[in-house]
């Protein structure tokens, strides 16, 4: 997968790029990504890649003229047409950074992850020229209700959480399927999406389902909660110590306790994760306290 960033600070990618799974995977030649500085694409010798609002307003706005021409040359095509979309390749997103955008999900992640090329506009100062979302961008994009600089590390967070997702880019096939939000709005695949259904409301079945057999006790039920808590060594610290079921070697308990710890730690912390978990009669008697 390639992903392009144009962005007015390259330089702010130098360090997020060199670490992790991002790093790992663009030396396996999983993941390609190339930082592109908007300013070439400005005509006038200072560069210029913002200007005041029409109708007036606080700050600066990014002008549409540098971000078309960006796009065009990573794209090697002319995008003049009134509908440009159809001139986009399927498997390519042109994707927009900004707090106005719909929410980033697992499910967009995993969308994304199925694609072979990503370009992602890292928004500035007050906002983008609209006509970059209206023609230009495939999707407009936020991570959180919140507002940040700009959209440069918004978009390293995106490209992390897709990275991930890429075959081969864990080194292993189920860890990306035990975390957080794995189960997000579906799954780690349309596969796995239309087994589940056949399971939801039976645990039981779905604990002998191809899919446990495949992955082991990784899957273990945790499919739509926040992920169950974690114990390391020593196995007492400061006076706390390990739960003494994770102790015990007993894989069925511990299975258990981890779904029963998974659904308290989603109903303290994430509540509205549970309309969308695979349930079973445990789980909603828990939900209920």
């Known amino acids: 997968m390639r992903f392009d960033l144009i962005t007015i600070f390259p330089e702010f990618f130098a360090g ?42 606080e700050g600066m706005v990014l002008k549409p003229e540098p971000l078309f021409e960006a796009v065009e040359a990573l794209l090697g095509r002319n995008l003049s047409s009134a509908d440009q979309q159809v001139l986009i390749e399927p498997n390519t997103a042109i994707v927009l950074m900004s707090a106005a955008g719909k929410l980033f999900r697992q499910e967009t992640a995993r969308r994304y992850s199925r694609l ?21 961008a495939t999707e407009e994009i936020s991570i959180g209700d919140f507002v940040l600089s700009g959209g440069e ?7 992390d959480a897709v990275t991930r997702l890429i075959p081969g880019a864990l080194g292993n ?21 239309r087994e589940i259904a056949e399971f939801r409301g039976d645990p039981k079945a779905f604990a002998s389902s191809p899919w ?18 974690h ?21 069925e308990e511990i299975r258990l306790w981890r ?14 994760l549970l309309n969308k978990a695979l349930l079973g009669k445990v789980d909603k008697s828990l939900r209920k306290l």
Not at 35 to 40: A, E, G, I, P, S
Not at 116 to 136: P, S
């Open 212 to 229: 446990m057999k495949k992955f082991g006790e990784s899957l273990a039920l945790d499919h739509g909660l926040l992920d169950y808590p």
């Open 16 to 57: 997020p790029l060199d670490h992790g799974i991002v790093r790992r995977a663009r030396e396996g030649g999983l993941a390609e990504v190339r930082v592109q500085d908007l300013r070439v694409f400005t005509k006038d010798r200072h560069r210029t890649v913002d200007d005041r609002p029409f109708g007036g307003g």
């Open 231 to 251: 114990y390391t060594r020593p196995a007492e610290y400061r006076g706390w110590a390990v739960p003494e079921v994770l102790l015990g070697g007993n894989h």
């Open 173 to 193: 096939e189920a860890s990306s399927v035990n975390e957080s939000f794995a189960g997000d709005s579906g799954s780690t695949s349309d596969k796995l999406d």
């Open 259 to 272: 779904r029963e710890m998974a659904m308290q730690k989603t109903l303290r912390n994430r509540p509205d």
């Open 153 to 159: 590390l918004p978009a390293m967070l995106l490209i």
């Open 116 to 136: 072979q090329r990503i370009i992602l506009i890292c928004g500035r100062y007050e906002g983008v020229d609209e006509r970059v979302a209206e023609h230009l």
